[in-house]
Nanobody
Framework: VQLVESGGGSVQAGGSLRLSCAAS????????MGWFRQAPGQTREWVAGIESDGSMSYADSVKGRFTISRDTSKNTVYLQINGLDPVDTAKYYC??????????????????WGQGTQVTVS
């Protein structure tokens, strides 16, 4: 399984970004996908997840601003981020789990990780 994130960059506060995670060797029919972020000196934080049945969950800190979605035909998961704030500055990671219905907020739940894409908000 290979996960490749893209779409990060430097933006001004209030702007938007759409992050992409292209997956190869992974089947969406089971398991879940998640997005995490890690700011310098901070622990990795879960922000959103999507199950194989399409159900989505979000961390309270990003509800209303972040939207996770997927395009199974492209084997890609997206994270739309609106209303960017400097506190959103972090490296964003895509993760995949072969399990279903478990604690998607827990990084240990995921077996596969991408290399991350940097988001910087000023």
């Amino acid at each position: 399984v290979q996960l490749v994130e893209s779409g990060g960059g430097s933006v001004q506060a209030g702007g938007s970004l759409r992050l992409s995670c292209a997956a190869s060797g992974y089947t969406y029919s089971s398991g879940c996908m998640g997005w995490f972020r890690q700011a310098p000196g901070q622990t990795r934080e879960w922000v959103a997840g999507i199950e194989s049945d399409g159900s989505m969950s979000y961390a309270d800190s990003v509800k209303g601003r972040f939207t996770i979605s997927r395009d199974t035909s492209k084997n890609t998961v997206y994270l739309q981020i609106n209303g960017l704030d400097p506190v959103d500055t972090a490296k964003y990671y895509c993760a995949a789990s072969s399990w279903y219905g478990g604690p998607m907020f827990n990084s240990n739940y995921y077996q596969y990780w991408g290399q991350g894409t940097q988001v910087t908000v000023s």
